[in-house]
């Protein structure tokens, strides 16, 4: 009779955190963390070089669990509590919130830039803390000045200029032009410079200013010599049109200006 062979079991492995050297693992890809993708494969190199008939794949699993944790210690919901109070912060917290909803939001992005430890969230949290948030309180209504002088500069002044004349939001002002019968579009100057074009474009200022010395606008209009220094170069607006109708090929449709995509249809 043929023997029968014997059947072998799997070998049962130790999941990676379960190791009685667990910890020097994690220090060991912990000291990669912040490094170059260089350095986390060759922290995660060592690991594997030490440590024989382990998988890369688990050591990779680990290390992700391991930023993923620090990421989450760093900006994590706890990070308000790790922010320190005094009495100069809280008072520029109270000027910010003084402008209403525009403050607050200005609260968000300068004040992390002056205070390192602190988070947006960690400012909406000491805002509520100190009654500065009302979700029910009404947007400030207008008043018949503040209507005269946007029926004044509505069609010459662009919203963002809007915004910090009137400290309202960007929807605060197209509403409040709307129900006045009146358009937020800023009609275009009669002639650009290089830089302007390129944002009307939609493309770099060196591809516009390469186009110009190939003198790809001259043929279309008038080209003239502006007297400041940043940008001598001014261009007529129908050399503008001319010759994004002629190449349209070279407009940047996702980022171009509203009316450029007029021109071109």
């Known amino acids: 009779m ?24 994690d220090r060991t890809l912990l000291g990669a963390i912040n490094g170059t993708p260089k350095e986390v494969h060759e922290a995660i190199g060592k690991v594997l070089k030490d440590r024989p008939g382990r998988k890369p794949r688990e050591v990779y699993k ?3 669990q391991l930023k993923n944790r620090a990421l989450t210690k760093r900006n994590g919901h706890l990070a308000w509590q790790r922010a320190k109070w005094d009495r100069e912060r809280i008072d520029v917290l109270r000027s910010y919130y003084a402008r209403g909803r525009s403050g607050a939001r200005q609260a968000a992005k300068d004040m992390p830039a002056r205070y390192a430890d602190l988070t947006p969230r960690a400012i909406q949290w000491m805002a509520a803390r100190l009654g500065l948030t009302n979700p029910t309180t009404p947007q400030r209504p207008w008043t018949q000045a503040e209507d005269g002088l946007l029926r004044f500069q509505a069609g010459v002044k662009s919203i963002a200029f809007l915004v910090k004349k009137f400290n309202r939001t960007p929807t605060a ?3 409040r032009l709307s129900g006045l019968g009146l358009s937020a579009r800023v009609p275009l100057p ?3 410079n290089l830089h302007q074009i390129s944002i009307m474009l939609g493309v770099r200022d060196n591809i516009v200013r390469t186009w110009y010395e190939e003198e790809l606008f001259k043929p279309y ?12 170069v001014l261009i007529h607006k129908d050399a503008l049109v001319a010759f994004s109708v002629a190449h349209p090929e070279k407009v940047n449709l996702n980022k171009c200006h509203p009316d450029v995509k007029m021109w071109l249809e």
């Open 2 to 25: 043929a023997k029968r062979r014997a059947r072998h079991r799997p070998v049962e492995v130790v999941p990676l955190d379960k190791l009685a050297d667990i910890d020097q693992i």
């Open 221 to 232: 209009g008038k080209v003239k010599l502006n007297g400041h220094a940043r940008s001598k």
């Open 173 to 175: 002002i197209k509403k």
């Open 62 to 64: 680990r290390f992700r």
């Open 190 to 192: 009669d002639y650009f």
